[in-house]
């Protein structure tokens, strides 16, 4: 993992010192956007200087699908690379870490890849070792939300129009560079979509039921640099490197603790409605937080290590005091009120607004699908890991209250 502003430099080096025998292919992988706004110039100016032989695939679009990974596939395929490196937002990178395994893979189905979990770390199926013929793949996240340059996860949208959360360790990036000026030129509306998105990262991973002494720290350091940093993300270049090394703790905290109903919610509502997803989980997180934060769950859910909803309570209860310490003196119940309010100032501050439906979804078209929505979120991979176990009615209720927009 490499850090701090400027960084990007210092990091390409190590692409010179990998250990290969052959000549160093490098596959690039982003989007238009990226190659029109020079994001990509510093990049491919090292590798010019370094006589590597690359190549630029920029048809990544947001949401990437199967097809998108097809056409990607091919272009490794013509080009038969040995490195790999992502720049960009969520998509590249996730869609890059799909590209990875389906070439060196070409055995492996989507549908095998999305079959149910043993438990959550395991599913039915083993995922295949990965390097065989890229070595070295490397991230560089040039928005602060999805932590994908930390995780073993990929979002793909099946043929199916279905988002589907691909999981394995296996899948983990090499080498990671985090630097903020990436971040600098982001559109004000990009940021708070995206670092809502690690927000959310970074509340569902503290109360999740692998929650453990190894990952609330990272959590907690994520969820407060962000609240505190966001608002100021405009007029501060310090606001924008805090945030953006925030998404990436986020992702290191979640790729262990990893997620919550939440964004078992938000992969369906983006699916059907195409919502970004980091704006979906800004309008979902408050009622998912009331929603866990009860002694008296329709139905608990299950570890070893998560033996109570009283860890669930305190886990907000920590979250409230570290943005708000006057809260200390509180009950939970109490503690948990602040936390929701504290999360509802900070969306307003970055111009979310209130419900679903003031974002352009007909209340005759969000009905028509409400039952199959929560029945897919019952069914995603992130709803496993949720302190409360949901039922289907209780994923139907928080969807209805969150496209009214209700109070929390």
């Not at 959590?219 to 805090?242: G, I, M, N, Q, R």
């Not at 679903?356 to 029945?375: H, Q």
Request: aromatic share 10%.
């Amino acid at each position: 993992i490499y850090f701090n502003k400027y960084c990007t430099k210092d990091a390409l080096l190590d692409i010179e010192r990998f250990p290969m025998a052959e000549e160093r292919r490098v596959f690039v992988v982003t989007d238009k956007i990226m190659v029109e706004l020079g994001m990509c110039d510093q990049l491919l100016a090292f590798l010019k200087k370094g006589n590597m032989k690359f190549y630029v695939w920029s048809e990544v679009q947001p949401d990437p699908n199967l097809a998108t990974v097809r056409e990607g596939i091919k272009a490794m395929q013509a080009f038969k690379p040995n490195v790999m490196v992502a720049l960009g937002g969520g998509s590249p990178l996730d869609c890059s870490k799909m590209m990875r395994l389906m070439y060196e893979h070409p055995e492996y189905s989507i549908n095998e890849l999305v079959t149910r979990f043993i438990e959550i770390r395991h599913r039915n199926v083993d995922f295949p070792n990965l390097g065989t013929k890229v070595k070295f793949f490397v991230t560089i996240p040039t928005t602060s939300g999805t932590g994908s340059e930390m995780t073993p996860f990929a979002v793909i949208t099946g043929d199916d129009g279905i988002k589907y959360p691909i999981c394995s360790y296996r899948l983990t990036p090499d080498v990671a560079i985090i630097d903020s000026a990436y971040a600098e030129s982001m559109p004000f509306s990009l940021a708070a979509m995206t670092s809502l998105d690690a927000l959310t990262h970074a509340v569902e991973s503290h109360v999740s039921v692998f929650a453990s002494d190894y990952t609330r720290p990272y959590s907690k350091k994520a969820f407060v640099d962000t609240y505190h940093y966001l608002p100021k993300w405009k007029e501060s270049a310090e606001a924008k490197e805090k945030v953006h090394n925030a998404a990436s703790i986020a992702g290191m905290a979640f790729a262990n603790a990893f997620l919550g109903i939440c964004h078992s919610i938000a992969h369906q509502l983006g699916a059907d409605f195409h919502i970004p997803h980091g704006l979906c989980n800004a309008l979902l997180l408050t009622y998912v937080i009331r929603f866990n934060a009860t002694m008296s769950p329709t139905r608990q859910g299950y570890f070893p290590q998560h033996t109570t909803q009283l860890k669930t309570m305190q886990g907000y209860g920590e979250l409230a005091e570290a943005i708000r310490p006057d809260c200390a003196v509180l009950g939970l119940d109490a503690k948990i009120d602040v936390l929701i309010e504290e999360i509802e100032k900070l969306k307003k501050t970055m111009g979310i607004k209130a419900g679903i439906k003031e974002y352009g979804v007909s209340e005759d078209k969000f009905m028509a699908v409400v039952d199959a929505l929560a029945e897919r979120a019952f069914d995603d991979q992130c709803t496993g890991t949720n302190p409360v176990y949901p039922m289907i009615a209780e994923l139907r209720e928080i969807l209805v209250r969150a496209y009214k927009g209700v109070k929390a």
